[in-house]
């Protein structure tokens, strides 16, 4: 603990403003008083003067004051003692009063009472006054004195009999009088929040000891002193240490497997000052393993033709076990019999290669060591179903024709996916196709003479899926005569024209099939505007063979745009105006995704999908009712549109409204609708 000591300097003085006489001799035969001596008292000197004139009772006291700052006063410490230090011009030897009271420079020193009396006087020269009462090695600081909230401090001083008490104010230059404080710095308080206490923890494991430091001066903690014994306290095992940690890791295995152990600490903080001890006890003990928890798999359908893994968690008896070993047993008959896998290792999972089991319900169970080879029990016993992936189907046959029919035997078939390839290439597949039922499939693209390879797998109802069957086959077919086509352009569409011929006839634009040749004719009202164009013709006999004609070049060529239904894209309405401006035409492109709120959450989260969001918003003027009501009849078919820009956009999508405006001015309507673009996958095979 440090002792401190500290000088507060006075920093007011006074005399009473009074005349103060002082008689030096007496008759010896008449007891008369002879002379006296007049002192004139001003507030500017640098001596304090206490006096009485007589011994008279009633004779006036004169006295002097002295202040100091209070709020140098060291607040939170234990004060050992508060001496006021004076020097004497002329000391004296009688008692002295000592009050606290306010006063004024200049003014006279109010009488103030309770008053505190000083036995012994005062030497000459520097002697101190003991200000406030000792006890018990501590001091009392008058509570005004010390909290207030007046700058100064004042102490009266006042002498009661016929001599003149004579002191240096502050205002001398070499022995101003001053306040001496000696106090020591207050020791933390014993710790509190101490850990652990009253629970049974592992030895084996680090234990952390913890406690709070406090402190009334609010000094961090420099160092601790932690005893522990396992005896009842017959014997104490110290470690100290010289840091502001709060806590103490004990090494594992330090302590006994059993019993009680009595621990207590004591702080010491920055002023090398040490608080009481805090004691708390707690038990020891080895917790036993517990049966490891099973993960996976759980109740799942696993493929057999994939590695399947097992998975659990250690749970040891203490945070420093881990796992060393494990017994992983399964059985495929409900546990009548077991295959045990025992492997020394921490990994808590352990994999099968596949093919290990071959359909069925297998249980399984694990059970763990520690690393002092202490085996858990079992765990729960949990099952799981194996699946296998269905046998790989047959093809049986593929016809010879451009279209030809690929035909296959399967077992435990629920989807199907067939793939087309010429030269290692893809050029045809079907996607996904759920049935239980075909067994054919009839190709819906029209394939040239050669050589080609079909691949075909099935999936079971468990989805899982077989591996590619394959088979290789030639078409080679007889041709029917080359056609003969006339392509003619126009404003609005391109007209196809052939021979008169009685088999089926396709019509292709740049290879993609557009529509179909009726009474030799065929006219094309879907082409962007001024885009140019290839064109031919596909003749098809009963055999499914084909023959195609040259491919010549055409385009269409219109002003404004139109806006027709799919199906009958012949049929349009005309837009190509607006009013007294350019047609309004507006593009939106998104992403689709909802906003998702979540408790705890001021703003959403967006869930995104895989979509995306195109549409066009356009604005028009027509100028009778019959093109609207055109409009909303074929909005009222609800089938797919085809918007024709003049810019040599097309979109096909929906219109679900249609605004208009009636407008008398003009004489006509101003219509507005969103076309929203939607999947449109053409002209379709039969």
């Not at 621990?263 to 009481?276: F, H, I, Y």
């Not at 296959?408 to 793939?419: A, F």
């Not at 689709?592 to 003027?621: A, M």
């Amino acid at each position: 603990m440090a002792r401190h000591t500290i000088q507060i300097p006075i920093t007011k003085s006074s005399n009473d403003d009074l005349n103060i006489y002082i008689y030096e001799k007496e008759d010896t035969y008449t007891g008369k008083l002879l002379d006296y001596e007049k002192l004139i008292v001003g507030t500017t000197t640098n001596k304090l003067y206490c006096a009485k004139p007589s011994t008279s009772p009633n004779a006036p006291l004169y006295g002097m004051g002295l202040a100091w700052n209070g709020d140098l006063i060291p607040k939170d410490k234990k004060i050992i003692s508060a001496r006021l230090y004076l020097y004497s011009l002329k000391g004296h030897s009688r008692d002295i009063r000592l009050r606290y009271t306010p006063f004024t420079e200049g003014g006279r020193i109010p009488t103030y009472n309770p008053f505190r009396r000083i036995s012994g006087g005062m030497a000459t020269g520097w002697d101190y006054i003991n200000i406030s009462p000792l006890s018990d090695n501590s001091v009392v600081i008058y509570a005004e004195l010390q909290f207030s909230e007046e700058i100064d401090r004042q102490r009266e001083l006042a002498y009661y009999y016929g001599e003149v008490w004579e002191i240096y104010s502050h205002r001398n230059a070499n022995y101003k009088p001053y306040l001496e404080i000696v106090y020591d710095d207050i020791p933390p308080e014993p710790p509190t929040s101490l850990y652990p206490e009253t629970i049974t923890l592992n030895p084996r494991d680090t234990i952390k000891f913890s406690w709070l430091h406090n402190s009334k001066e609010n000094l961090q903690q420099k160092g601790f002193t932690l005893q522990y014994s396992t005896n009842g306290g017959s014997t104490w095992t110290t470690i100290s240490r010289t840091t502001s940690n709060q806590y103490y890791d004990m090494p594992s295995n330090t302590l006994p497997t059993t019993g009680t152990v009595l621990w207590r600490v004591k702080t010491l903080d920055s002023n090398d000052s040490e608080s009481e001890y805090s004691t708390a006890s707690f038990t020891l003990g080895i917790v036993p393993q517990k049966a490891p928890i099973p993960i996976s798999p759980i109740s799942q359908y696993l493929d057999e033709n994939k590695p399947i893994r097992f998975e659990w968690s250690f749970t040891g008896g203490s945070a420093t076990e881990i796992q060393s070993k494990f017994d992983l047993q399964y059985s495929t008959n409900g546990g009548n019999t077991w295959i045990t896998k025992t492997v020394t290792t921490p990994n808590t999972f352990y994999e099968l290669p596949e093919k290990t089991f071959s359909g069925g319900n297998v249980t399984w169970r694990v059970r763990t060591y520690n690393n002092w080879n202490e085996v858990s029990p079992w765990s729960e016993n949990k099952s799981f179903t194996v699946i296998g992936s269905p046998p790989i189907p047959l093809i049986s046959s593929v016809s010879n024709s451009a279209r030809p029919i690929v035909t296959w035997q399967s077992t435990n078939q629920h989807l199907y996916e067939l793939q087309i390839l010429r030269d290692n290439k893809i050029i045809f597949e079907t996607g996904t196709i759920p049935s239980t039922s075909d067994r054919n499939f009839k190709l819906p693209i029209y394939l040239e003479d050669g050589n080609y390879l079909v691949k075909l797998r099935i999936a079971n109802e468990y989805n899982l899926y077989s591996a590619w069957a394959e088979k290789s086959f030639i078409i080679s077919t007889v041709k029917p005569t080359k056609p003969i086509m006339s392509v003619y352009s126009s404003d609005y569409s391109v007209t196809i024209k052939t021979l008169n011929t009685s088999l089926k006839t396709l019509v292709y634009r740049d290879n993609i099939l557009i529509g179909e040749v009726i009474n030799n004719n065929f006219a094309d009202y879907t082409g962007e505007n001024n885009k140019e164009y290839q064109y031919f013709i596909r003749i098809i006999d009963s055999n499914d063979n084909f023959s195609d004609s040259d491919i010549k070049l055409a385009k269409c060529k219109f002003s404004g745009n139109t806006l027709a239904l799919v199906s009958k894209p012949s049929e349009f309405v005309k837009l190509k105006n607006g009013l007294n401006a350019n047609p309004k035409k507006t593009n939106s492109f998104g992403v689709v995704g909802d906003l998702v709120y979540y408790d705890g959450r001021k703003l959403p989260v967006v869930n995104y999908t895989e979509f995306n969001s195109i549409s066009k918003t356009l604005s028009f003027y027509v100028k009778t009712r019959n093109e609207i009501d055109k409009i909303i009849d074929m909005i009222n078919e609800r089938e797919t549109f085809l918007y024709r820009n003049n810019d040599g956009t097309n979109i096909y999508g929906s219109i679900l409204s249609i605004d208009y405006d009636d407008n008398e001015t003009f004489r006509g309507y101003e219509i507005g609708f969103t076309i929203t673009k939607t999947d449109y996958k053409g002209v379709q095979y039969d």
